[in-house]
């Protein structure tokens, strides 16, 4: 069973703690990794995006001219996808991009993803990310006492506004509850930050 060191935020290591196998060893499955990085990507776009076909723009009711005897072509509106200011041929209309994947899919992208943090050495365990008061510029000298940098994943266990306050600043950093993290989060961050209790928590739901 692999082991993990957990440091405290002055960056001195505390003790290790042991990672469960059925998480932290497998084999980073790159398809269910993509399939989840998908789905999250299509449930992030509102689908609001409009373009009016041609019986909802104003006008266009009379024909601009006549058949025939003109020498130009064939015209019945001036509202034709053709025409400048007309409508628009098969354009987008609201929809729900959402795709839905099984519970089984999305656990077994989050225990790739940890999986793929650990074994790259990327990954930093800490016994509590308590902040004493919301001050960014502790929590950057924490960061930089734990050498994680700016573009990380902070996984907390409680809910902390002094942690929130402190960390929405940093450009790159963001801060998720153990129960929010998704692969994607996971992915999209170069460092992953995890407390203690948020790294148990999560064990004990990928079991």
């Known amino acids: 069973m692999a ?3 957990v440091k405290n935020l002055e960056g001195a290591k505390v003790k290790d703690l042991e990672l469960a196998d059925e998480v932290f060893g497998v084999k980073p499955n790159g398809s269910l990794l993509w399939e989840s990085t998908r ?16 019986g909802e723009i104003s006008g266009g009711g009379k024909k601009p001219w ?7 072509a064939r015209a019945g509106s001036s509202r034709s996808s053709l025409w400048r200011h007309g409508s628009i041929a098969h354009g987008p209309k609201p929809r729900d991009y959402e795709i839905q994947l099984p519970k089984k899919m999305l656990n ?38 734990l050498e994680v940098g700016s573009r990380t994943l902070v996984v907390n266990d409680t809910r902390d506004r002094n942690l929130e306050l402190s960390s929405r600043n940093v450009a790159g950093c963001d801060l998720v509850r153990h129960h929010d993290v998704h692969a994607y989060h996971i992915l999209s961050h170069e460092r992953l930050l995890i407390s203690e209790g948020a790294l148990t928590r ?3 739901a990928l079991r």
């Not at 789905?39 to 041609?54: F, I, N, V």
């Open 3 to 5: 082991t993990v060191e």
């Open 39 to 54: 789905a999250y990507l299509a449930s992030q776009r509102r689908g609001t995006h409009s373009t009016k076909s041609r």
């Open 66 to 72: 006549r058949q025939k005897g003109t020498g130009r």
């Open 108 to 145: 077994g992208a989050l225990r790739s993803a940890l999986a793929a943090k650990f074994q790259e050495n990327k990954m930093t365990v800490v016994e509590s990310l308590d902040q004493a008061e919301p001050k960014t510029k502790a929590f950057v000298a924490a960061l930089d006492k």
């Open 202 to 204: 999560l064990q004990e």
